[in-house]
Structure formats: structure tokens, C-alpha cells
């Protein structure tokens, strides 16, 4: 059966929803987000199904909201309903604090508890259960992240054999730091009963048929191709391929156009009187070098004194994982090195360091973007990093500057007409800081159409359509 043909199930740990609540009735909506704005069409074309955690305890009526859901966005949504200790182990102790910074090459933060791994391979239990008591024989169950790359694998015990695709939001490590993990062959072997295996980059690619051949013995590789390798494991083959993830650019493009979107820039851009606007926006996370690019704004003003106010960096944080102790101390470590810069360098009518820490609404997110003459977008390591697409998508007049960390995925796509930067090289990333903040007009605009049109091109819609033809094809 074509796949085109086949019924989509969607599985993520977090629904794409956003529960709320008006006066005393309860209220349910899409969540935001770009994995939500590319497969919700899909789901609603082919009658499809989401399945994950609904992120609320058990005071909302579920059954009622999503029937709600489902007549208004025309797809399904079925839930796994976690408790707290759950939540603590699977969510917070193994993904986010095993997975999450070992595949991001932060091994210092990583804990290794077992109790935490086995609870994480419950809960992937449990979320397999909940897909199998939903599975038809037409469906293509497409699993996301690293919170669940073990339920493939138990949907196989449990007798499934619909196709599988797993798709991997963030990096993937070299053998050599998949080795730490104590639970590392057990994971790749519940990996290799995908059918397709998808990972942002070719390096992650790589690393993970490397990982395999080091670590898993009688698995060959059958065909290296362009966009995907073929492996032979056990009789069957799995593919594992690379797919950019990316955004809707004309959603953006033509949001970034409006009129409501242009005066929120003009007047954000007044507030600052008229200097140049260099913006970073991240959720919490010590994976985006927030306090490497404040110790590199620092050194931009010791080292360039001319941009001494007529540079303003503004930084604006969502909060996040506001459990985890790491990421407690990231706070408090940001309030700190932004305070230090501004009593150094501040005068009474120039703060250095804007920096604020909550969530933005579309519109001010667009208006930030379209007032920022220059994104500084360095995380020390980022799956994709769709910050700096969202960026380019809305420089509608094509004159923002994108300095981008080659540690993102995205540098493999937009690294020839962005800035490249080792975010930890704090010299380098100033030095990038003054060329950008001199670039001219022209050489501005040159670069800026050429990364709004590869990000036009490589949009979301075609990384959906290419996930699933290759499944689909040979
Ligand atoms: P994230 O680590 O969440 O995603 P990213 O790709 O940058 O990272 O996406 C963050 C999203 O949050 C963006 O859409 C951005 O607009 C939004 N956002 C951030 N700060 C905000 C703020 N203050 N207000 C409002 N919105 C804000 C993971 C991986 C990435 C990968 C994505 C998708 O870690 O590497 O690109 O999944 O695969």
C-alpha cells in the first residue's frame, strides 16, 4: 500500500494542544509550534491521529475537549496520561537528564540513574499500548523524539507490523559518547526496529550508523545513498536518512508583512533609539550558549569601544524545564553576567544587555525579528535550530544579518550566506559581532535573499514529503 494511501498516527510525548480555561468552562485549542503547523494538515487530510501526553493532571474533561478538538481541526487526539513520578523519572530524570545532554555533547550534565531508565522504558511501554489499542492495518505510525525512541520497538513485541518511522529532533552523538551511556546497546537496537530512522543532519546520520556498526554486531550496511543508508539487520532492512526539519515560510513571511507586525517592529525599534538591534531569542536551555554570547557581546564593547551605545543586545528567554535544577542555575546565572555587563558598561541613557524572560506572542516575535538588524543565534549545540529560519523568513526587506553557531544543524543549510561562529571562541564571535554591525547595505541584503530563498525552498511541507516518500520508496 502507497503511503499516501495510509492512515497518519502521530506520536509525540506532548500533545499539540493548549488547555485552558474561561471563567469556569474549559477551553482547548492547537498548540503553536512547528511540528504542530507541518503535520496538523496532514493529520486532517488523511483523517489522522496524534497521541501523546495531554501535560495536565486529571481536573480538565478529556474525552469532552478532544471531541471538541477533533470536529474543529478535523484529527484525532488520543492521550497517555502520566502521573508525577512518572513524569519526574521518564521526563525529567532520563530524557532531560540523561538523553538530553549527552546527545547534545554535555556530558557533564549528564545523570545516569537506573531507576530513571526504567521507568523511561514503562512509560515508551505505555505509550505503545495506548498506539496499539489505537492501530488500524493502514496505518503509518511516525514516532518523534527522543522521549520515545523505544516505543517501535515495543509496538514489534506487541505483534505490529505497520510501517514505523522515527523521526530525532536533536542531535546525535559520535560512538564515542554513546559509549557512556550504560544503556546505549539496548537503545540502538530499539532503534533499528524502525523502518526509517530520521535524523536533522548528515553528521547525525553518520554518528548513528557508526554507532551501530561499533556497537551492534551482524548489522550491515547494504547501500549508502545521498539522502539515506540502507542497513540489513536480522533479515529486514532499515533505512536511516537525513531531513532538515524547517518552518512554514510563507506563515511567516507573510505574518512578518503586516501591518500589525511592521508598527510592534517601529515601535520596538523607537524604544531603542535608533540604534542596531542584535537579538537572541531561546528557550532556557544550556544548550544555546546564552552566557557565552553575553561574555561575547562583553567582549565586543571591550575590544570594538566605537559600537559603545549604538549596540544594544536584546535577549529574550522563554522559560523552560523549570523543574530541572540545571537549568534553575542557568537563570540565575544569566540575571547574573547580564547585571555584571550592564553596571560595567551601562550609562543613563544606554542599557547594553536587554534581557527579558518570558514567552513572546506571534506578532512580537515577528516584530523582535523584523527589528533586529543582526540575530546572534550560538548555541553550543541545536539539532536544527529553527530561531534562525524564523529569523530569515520574516527580514522581509532582506537587510538582517544571521550570525549562526556552526554547532546548529541549521549551519549545514544556511552557513554560506550567515556568519559562521564557534560559540565558544569569544574573540571570534565579537569579531563576527563588528563585521556584521558594519556590513554594507548591499552585501546585507545579497545574503539575506539568498537565505530566504533556500529557507523558502526547504520549508516544512517538503520535509514531511520527503520523510515520507522515503519510507515510501526504495
Ligand atoms: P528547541 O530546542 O525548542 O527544538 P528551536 O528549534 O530553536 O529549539 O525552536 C524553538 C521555538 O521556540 C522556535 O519556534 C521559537 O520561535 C520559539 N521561541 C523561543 N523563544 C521564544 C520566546 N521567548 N517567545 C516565543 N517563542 C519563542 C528542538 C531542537 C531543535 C530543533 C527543533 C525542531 O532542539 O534543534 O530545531 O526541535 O526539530
Same mark, same amino acid.
Given at each position: ?6 492512515? *497518519? ?13 474561561? $471563567?469556569?468552562?474549559?477551553?482547548? #485549542? ?17 483523517? #489522522? ?5 495531554? #501535560? ?17 481541526? !478535523? ?17 525529567? !530524570?532520563?530524557?532531560n537528564?540523561?538523553?538530553w545532554p549527552?546527545f547534545h555533547d554535555l556530558?557533564g550534565h549528564?545523570?545516569? &540513574? @537506573? $531507576? ?16 496499539? #489499542? ?18 517501535? %520497538? ?16 536533536i542531535p ?41 556498526? %561499533? ?7 547494504? @547501500? ?34 503586516? $501591518? ?11 524604544? *531603542?533609539?535608533?540604534?542596531?538591534v542584535v537579538l537572541g531569542v531561546d528557550r532556557l536551555d544550556y544548550t544555546k550558549g546564552i552566557p557565552q554570547r553575553f561574555l561575547a557581546f562583553e567582549r565586543t564593547l571591550e575590544?570594538?569601544? $566605537?559600537?559603545?551605545?549604538?549596540i544594544t543586545l536584546l535577549q529574550v528567554v522563554v522559560p523552560s524545564r523549570t523543574q530541572v535544577p540545571d537549568y534553575q542555575n542557568l537563570k540565575e546565572l544569566l540575571d547574573q553576567i547580564a547585571g555584571r555587563i550592564n553596571a560595567r558598561f551601562g550609562?543613563?541613557?544606554?542599557i547594553p544587555i536587554h534581557y527579558v524572560f518570558r514567552c513572546l506572542?506571534?506578532?512580537?516575535l515577528?516584530?523582535h525579528y523584523?527589528?533586529a538588524?543582526i540575530a546572534l543565534v550560538t548555541p553550543l549545540r541545536d539539532g536544527m535550530n529553527l530561531v534562525a529560519k524564523e529569523y530569515?523568513?520574516?527580514? &522581509? ?5 544571521l550570525i549562526l553557531s556552526e554547532f546548529a544543524g541549521a549551519a ?6 550567515a556568519l559562521l561562529v564557534n560559540p565558544y571562541d569569544l574573540d571570534a564571535t565579537a569579531?563576527a559581532l563588528?563585521?556584521a ?11 539575506? &535573499? *539568498? ?19 522515503? *519510507?515510501?520508496?526504495?
Open positions: 500500500m502507497n503511503i499516501n494511501e495510509r492512515r *497518519l498516527v502521530v506520536v509525540s510525548n506532548r500533545l499539540p494542544i493548549v488547555i485552558g480555561q474561561d $471563567e469556569d468552562r474549559w477551553t482547548i #485549542g492547537p498548540g503553536s509550534g512547528g511540528l504542530v503547523t507541518a503535520l496538523a494538515p496532514v493529520c486532517r487530510a488523511r483523517h #489522522g491521529l496524534w497521541i501523546g501526553w495531554p #501535560g495536565c493532571g486529571e481536573g480538565p474533561p478529556l474525552d469532552e475537549l478532544f471531541a471538541t478538538f477533533g470536529a474543529e481541526q !478535523g484529527y484525532r487526539l488520543s492521550a497517555v496520561p502520566l502521573s508525577e513520578e512518572e513524569e519526574d523519572r521518564y521526563y525529567r !530524570g532520563f530524557s537528564e540523561a538523553l549527552l556530558l549528564c545523570s545516569f &540513574v @537506573r $531507576e530513571n531508565w526504567e521507568t523511561y522504558l514503562e512509560v515508551n511501554r505505555r505509550f505503545a499500548q495506548v498506539v496499539a #489499542g489505537e492501530a488500524q492495518d493502514n496505518d503509518f505510525i511516525w514516532i518523534h523524539d527522543y522521549q520515545l525512541s523505544m516505543v517501535g %520497538a515495543q509496538l514489534r513485541q506487541m505483534g505490529l507490523d505497520q510501517p514505523l518511522g522515527f523521526f530525532l529532533h546525535f552523538p559520535s560512538p564515542d559518547l554513546l559509549r557512556r551511556l550504560p544503556w546505549n546497546r539496548e537503545l540502538l537496537k530499539a532503534l533499528l526496529q524502525y523502518d526509517l530512522i530520521g535524523f536533522q543532519t548528515v553528521r547525525d546520520r553518520r554518528n548513528f550508523v557508526n554507532g551501530v556498526l %561499533a556497537l551492534i554486531p551482524d548489522v550491515q550496511v547494504e @547501500r549508502r545513498g545521498r539522502q539515506h543508508t540502507r542497513m540489513r539487520v536480522g533479515g529486514r532492512t532499515v533505512k536511516v536518512g537525513h531531513f532538515p526539519i524547517s518552518i512554514d515560510f510563507a506563515e511567516f513571511n507573510d505574518l512578518a508583512k503586516s $501591518e500589525e507586525v511592521s508598527d510592534a517592529a517601529w515601535y520596538l525599534h523607537e524604544n *531603542l533609539e535608533g540604534r542596531q575590544k570594538y569601544p $566605537e559600537l559603545r551605545r549604538n550609562e543613563p541613557a544606554w506572542d506571534r506578532v512580537q515577528l516584530a523584523r527589528a538588524e530569515c523568513a520574516s527580514s &522581509v526587506e532582506a537587510n538582517g544579518v549545514d543549510q544556511l552557513g554560506k550566506n569579531d563588528f563585521r554591525s558594519q556590513m554594507p547595505a548591499e552585501e546585507r541584503r545579497r545574503r539575506m &535573499v *539568498l537565505l530566504r530563498g533556500q529557507v523558502r525552498r526547504y520549508d516544512v511541507h517538503r520535509w514531511v514529503r520527503s520523510f515520507m516518500s522515503t *519510507l515510501d520508496g526504495g
